[in-house]
Structures are given as C-alpha cells and as structure tokens.
C-alpha cells in the first residue's frame, strides 16, 4: 500500500472538535498567508498560485493560475466562490464549509488580494444549513479581526465578503448558472461563448469563478511556498486532494491524499483510507470522478489518483468523488438511478438533454422492473448518440452545458461492461439480484 | 398599497440584505429564504412583498422560486423530511429506508400528513455519503440512519426533544451577518479605477517594448 506521508494540507485542523473557531484557526497559523500575501505585490501572490499548477477542485479541474491570468488582462470587478457541492457522491466541501471555515475566508481574502477585487460573494449549496452557519460566523468573526473590510491588517486593501445561499438545484454548479443564480433568477446555464466569466461574468463584468477546495489551499500555499506544494503529486497534478468515497466499502469518507502517488486500489482498500470491501464481497465496479464519469473495473484499480492518468484511461477525476459497488450490485439499477438524477436536474433548457433525460430514465428503469422490450439497448445507445454524437469521451457537445452530453456515461459504461446482465434482464423479465424498491 | 404581510423586522432585514448587493435582484433567494423562515412556505404575499423590494413582478418571483427545490410555493408540513436517494445512499438501502418511512409516517413521498407534522421527500445527492444513508429534517443532517434510527428521530420530533438542533421550517441559518457593507461604493469604484490604470499603464508598456 502507498499511502504517502505527505503533509495535510486543507484537512490539517479536523482533529480537533473546534477547528471552526477563530481561536483554534489563530492557534494553528491561521490567517498568516493572508498576512504574508499582503507583504507582497498582487502580482507576485498569483505568480505563487501559476506556480503551483493547482488544478481546479470543482470538477473541470482548470488550473486556477491560468483561470487568474485571463482575468488580470482586465481589471477584474468580482471573485465569486463556488460551493454548491451537488455532484452525487462528492461531499468533500461540505467538511470543508462545516470544519474549517476560516480556511475558505482566507483563500478568499488572499486571491481578492492577489486578483485586486474589493467584492465577494461566497456562493453555499441551500442545503448546507450548519455550513451557512460555520461560514457567516467566521466572517463575523474575520470582520472583527480586521481580515475582512476595510484596510485589513492596515494594508490599505479593503474588501468585502458576502455569503449567500443557494436553495437547491444541481446545475447551479455550473458556473455560469451559478452567477444566473446569484443574480436572482432561474439557474440556466449560460451560451457559450464566452467560455469564460472572466470575459463576461456576474453582472456582465469579468468574474473569477473558483471552487470552494480550490481557494482552501491557498493559505497553506502562501505560507509553505509553491515549491513545498509542487514538491507532492506528480506531472499536472501537484499537491494533495481530496477524495470522498462512498458506496460499497468499510469506511466511506473524505481523505486527503497525495495525487498521483495513491492509487484507486490504495484508496478503497488501505486500512487507513477505505478499508476495503465489507462483506466478503468483490469489486464489481467504481465511478472515478462523479456521476459524469464513465466507470472503470478492478481491471483499472491500480491507477493512480492523477487527472491525466486517469483522463488517458477513458474516464475523468472529476469532483474527486469515488463510488464503489460491490459484485451484489445491480447495475442496470444504479445507471438508472444515476440517469434518474440527470432526468430531474435538468434545467429544461435544451430539447436533449430535457427529453433525452427522461426517455433513458423510463428505458432503463422497464429493464430493472422486468419489463424490458427487444432492442432496448440499441434504443438507449440510440437516444444516447443524440445527446453525445458518437458517445465518445470526453463527450461532444449538443446543448448550452455539460449536463446533458454527460448522462450517457454510466448508461454505455455499464452496457460495455455488463451487457450480459441487462440481457438477462431483458430474457427473464426479472432483476436477477432481487426486486428491490426504488421509489 | 397592500397590507403589509412580513413583519417589520423582517422586512428590515430584508432590506439589509438587498443592501448587501450591486443589484436588489441578487437578494431574491436570500429573501425567500427569509419569507420560509417567518411563513414556513413561500407565501403569494410575502412573494408579492419581495417583488416590490427587489424591483420586479410577483410572477417573476414566483417563476424563479419554483426552479429550486428549496423554496417551497404549496404549504409544507412543521418538519420537512427529506431522503436521499442518489448512488450512494441507495447502495446502503436508502429506497428501503424510504419505504420504511413511508410506512412510519403513514404518508406517501410527497404529500404532508393530515396534521400538518411532517412532509415527506426524497432528494437527489445531499451530500453526506460518508454516513449513508442519510436525511435532512428541516435541512438539518442525520446520517448512518437505520429503520430503528428514523422512528426515533420521528418520536422525538413529535415530543420537541430536537426543538434546539431542528428548528421549524424554513428557518435555514440562525447565524445572522454582524452589519452590512464596510466598504463603500466609492472606494469599490476608486480602487477599480486605480486598477485599471495600472493595467493600462503596464500593458501599454508592454506595447511599446514589443514595438521597439
């Protein structure tokens, strides 16, 4: 097993029960990256992020460097956090809003300062009540330390943070539906082009658009140097990152871990990490990174936990979320239960995607009730090509975002895989692993 | 004018709130979010009354409001019961905790029981897979939950054993923000400006040294 002794870098205080305190944040270096980003030019602080090569943690995984570079182009207006977490099984964020709160501030603080933007606003997923909490009271208590307002640690920078809450609907992390959303209205993805807020972004004024993970490593960044950071992971993919996993294994949870140099085998089963597969069971198959992702098997266990390792064997890293399925695992009925997902998260938007969605998800569905017809595979692949031509990966794009084009992952993932058990499905009328419900 | 149906000092929060935006548009979640907590739902007055002080029509908040699954426009139960049952949480036996609450709750996921208590929903990925399957009351979490787990839960909502880790619905964050803006417009549009001077300064720089 390679688990690396490799420092923790966003998860270092959840040792203890009070790692959301100004405090216990003060107690552990807290707020001396902002302290020492303040020392230096704005320019010299986003040099030390390009440095690093930190890829994006949201999901798209852009290097946050280049994503500040196309922004200091032009006087950038807003910095606008995204933390509407929703992408099935990835909760990593959620322990960050919840646990370190202090952390998130000072990324915050210290790319505002190294982007000169004066006004932010923390975007926090609606259903993330305590999270909203944890974070409104930090700032609180930053403003009260003079982190936050006006000339902070009399630097002569002020800033202002502004912490609001979303009230559920997935595709707000989209970013551009994320900044339609902060703007008071229905959550509809944006046209591209432009691809980027930076160009045209909240109020049609350039917007940097970062993730929640993303900005928590900043202070440890600032504080250790780029060199310390790119010193862990190997190739693109520098640092640690957090990985949450779920589904079939003992301990399902967030773990920190060095990129690159931790495989998916060491993740699921080191004692550690995930502990293996309870039951006595196999591994049947993963999802690598969110529902997006097409699946990988135990044939790709040893891959490492690199975004161009596993983007070279098919699948992406995605949101870092890891759900395992053991061999007792249904999977006609967990390609519909993700495809179930797409179906109500749709914004509506595009004819594919909105119809497209719901006619896989009453396909697939007749297959697990038995009721399964001749020529329902070809059907799905069939109205899958339409959303994604060619069903290749990554998948080409027919509608205004990503959500769409991505719902044919699990489903053909799951038919190359398994096509035997969804024919059984089909030949005997019956799930072969038992009814089950399913709402 | 209508009769006034927020309370003033909701209505002064919500006007601290509209204050802490570039444009009052951006205050409509928040301030729904504020009418659940006074109403328990989304009420057509209250909607009415956010239209005026964000400065669009009624039905443009109702057709914003009816986009998130959060805002609710019919009326809720006390306790809003909210499954999950994406990947994760169905691994670990959420549809089978569903129909166990179904049955506990008498209620089909959905509709609200005859009293009023409780709403039952199932929701898409909330989150918290590392203690599947898991449930919100309220947006509140519980996780790991057995069969056993959720008829206490129930129980002891019904006797005001969590009145203090679940409030009444819609009451989302009980942590309020200490003030409003701390910077002012002017010194936002002054360092802007000094910014981009800055950068039109270096960049023209960079010009005339590429042409020379």
Not at chain 1, 80 to 99: C, I, M, Q, W, Y
Not at chain 1, 346 to 358: H, I, K
Not at chain 1, 418 to 424: A, G, S
Not at chain 2, 22 to 33: D, G, K, M, T, W
């Amino acid at each position: 097993m390679a688990v690396t002794d490799a420092p923790r870098i966003v998860t270092s205080r959840l040792a203890y029960d009070d790692s959301h305190t100004l405090e216990r944040y003060l107690a552990t270096g807290g707020y001396e990256g902002l302290r020492k980003a303040l020392t230096m030019t704005p320019e010299a602080v986003a040099a030390e992020v390009d440095a690093v090569s930190l890829l994006g943690r949201g999901g798209a995984g852009f290097p946050a460097g280049r994503k500040w570079s196309m922004l200091r182009k032009a006087p950038t207006s807003y910095l606008v956090v995204n933390g509407d977490e929703s992408e099935p099984a990835t909760f990593k964020d959620h322990l960050l809003v919840e646990r370190d709160p202090h952390q998130l501030v000072e990324g915050v603080l210290i790319a505002c300062y190294a982007l000169q933007v004066t006004t932010a606003f923390i975007y926090i997923r609606g259903e993330f009540a305590l999270g909203l909490e944890r974070v409104t009271g930090a700032l609180n208590d930053a403003y009260g330390h003079g982190a936050v307002g006006r000339d902070i640690f009399g630097s002569g920078f002020s800033i202002d943070v502004v912490v609001h809450p979303g009230a559920g609907a997935y595709i707000c992390g989209e970013e551009t539906a994320l900044l339609e959303s902060l703007e008071g209205k229905r959550g509809f993805p944006r046209i591209k082009p432009p691809y980027f807020p930076a160009a045209i972004g909240l109020y049609g004024e350039p917007t940097v658009v970062n993730n929640v993970e993303t900005l928590s490593n900043l202070p440890w960044v600032l504080v250790n140097g780029a060199a310390a950071f790119t010193a862990l992971g190997e190739g693109r993919s520098t640092g640690t990152r957090l990985f949450a996993l779920a589904g079939h294994v003992r301990n399902p949870g967030v773990y920190e871990v060095e990129m690159v140099k931790t495989t998916f085998r060491d993740l699921i089963h080191a004692p550690v990490l995930g502990g293996g597969i309870p039951g006595g069971r196999e591994l049947k198959a993963f999802i690598p990174g969110g529902a997006s992702a097409p699946w990988f098997g135990p044939d790709q266990v040893d891959l490492p936990l690199g975004q161009d390792e596993v983007g070279a064997a098919g699948s992406m890293l995605g949101s870092g979320s890891v759900v395992v399925m053991d061999d007792a695992t249904c999977v006609v009925r967990a390609a519909w239960r993700i495809t179930r997902f797409f179906w109500r998260e749709s914004c509506g938007q595009c004819t594919p995607c909105r119809e497209g969605s719901g006619w896989l998800e009453k396909i697939l569905r007749r297959i697990e009730d038995g009721e399964g017809r001749h020529g329902d595979l070809d059907l799905l692949m069939d109205i899958s090509d339409n959303l994604a031509p060619g069903v290749s990966w990554p998948p080409q794009q027919t509608t205004i975002c990503v959500l769409g084009p991505s719902i044919p992952s699990s489903i053909a993932s799951a038919i190359r895989m398994f096509r035997d058990e969804f024919l059984v499905h089909i030949k005997d009328g019956a799930c072969p692993f038992g009814s089950a419900p399913h709402g | 004018m209508t009769q006034a149906h927020l309370a003033p000092e909701v209505m002064a929060r919500a006007r601290e709130i509209v204050a802490l935006y570039p444009h009052p548009r951006s205050a409509l979640i928040p301030l729904c979010h504020l009418a659940q907590e006074h109403d328990g739902w989304l009420r057509p007055e209250a909607m009415v009354e956010i239209a005026e002080l964000v400065g669009i029509t009624p039905a443009e908040v109702l057709g914003t409001a009816t986009f998130y699954d959060m805002l609710h426009t019919d009326e809720v139960g006390r306790y809003v019961v909210t499954v999950c049952t994406n990947i994760a949480c169905m691994l670990r036996g959420a549809y089978e905790l569903l129909e166990h609450a179904e049955q506990s709750l008498g209620i089909r996921t959905g509709s609200t029981s005859a009293d009023g208590s409780f709403t039952l929903e199932d929701a898409e990925c909330l989150a918290d897979c590392g203690r599947a399957p898991c449930l919100q009351v309220n947006h509140r979490f519980f996780g790991d939950v057995t069969h056993e787990d959720f008829d206490r839960i129930v129980d002891d909502l019904r006797a005001g054993r969590l009145a203090d880790e679940v409030p009444p619905h819609g009451t989302l964050v009980r942590v309020r923000r200490d003030g409003g803006l701390r910077v002012d417009a002017e010194t936002v549009g002054s360092e802007r400006r000094a910014t981009a001077a800055a950068m039109a300064e270096r960049a023209a720089g960079t010009e005339s040294k590429g042409a020379g």
